[in-house]
């Protein structure tokens, strides 16, 4: 076997990494802007935001989650994962959504949006823990 010299790949989550865009890790996640449809280049850095306030969202609301295994109908492979519609439930802002004949439709879920809220989620359970183990 040869070496792979992968350049892009498009993850399930329609978004294209692409391997040699200069970062440091040699990686760097592009997303496609639901306003303008265009591809951007995905970052964490406070220096590309502005308005940084903590998240009003319950967080608690990740319980009413459920993971769910599936199989995904185009290339009949069975994954593990969460069902957009789903999610959009009890978090909308976690699920990105395209417009198809003038119809708002949940696309896929935002992971990178699940994922701070777990932080946040198990910051709260962590406190919780703390104060119930200092009342007894």
């Not at 010299?5 to 692409?18: C, E, F, K, P, W």
């Not at 996640?29 to 590309?48: E, H």
């Not at 608690?60 to 519609?85: M, S």
């Not at 004949?101 to 777990?118: F, I, K, P, R």
Request: charged share 25%.
């Amino acid at each position: 076997g040869g070496t792979v010299n992968r350049v892009m790949r498009l993850s399930s989550s329609a978004r294209i990494h692409a391997y040699s865009l200069g970062s440091e890790t040699g990686h760097t996640a592009l997303g496609l802007r639901s306003s303008d449809s265009q591809i951007m280049k995905l970052t964490s850095s406070g220096r590309f935001k502005s308005n940084i306030v903590d998240t009003t969202i319950d967080s608690t609301l990740i319980g009413n989650i459920k993971c769910r295994d599936f199989t995904w109908t185009e290339t009949g492979n069975e994954l593990v994962g969460l069902i957009a519609e789903e999610v959009n439930e009890h978090i909308p802002k976690a699920v990105v959504k395209a417009t198809e004949n003038g119809e708002t439709v949940c696309e896929s879920v935002d992971y990178h949006a699940l994922t701070a809220l777990l932080i946040d989620y198990s910051q709260k359970l962590e406190a919780r823990i703390t104060e119930l183990e200092n009342a007894g």
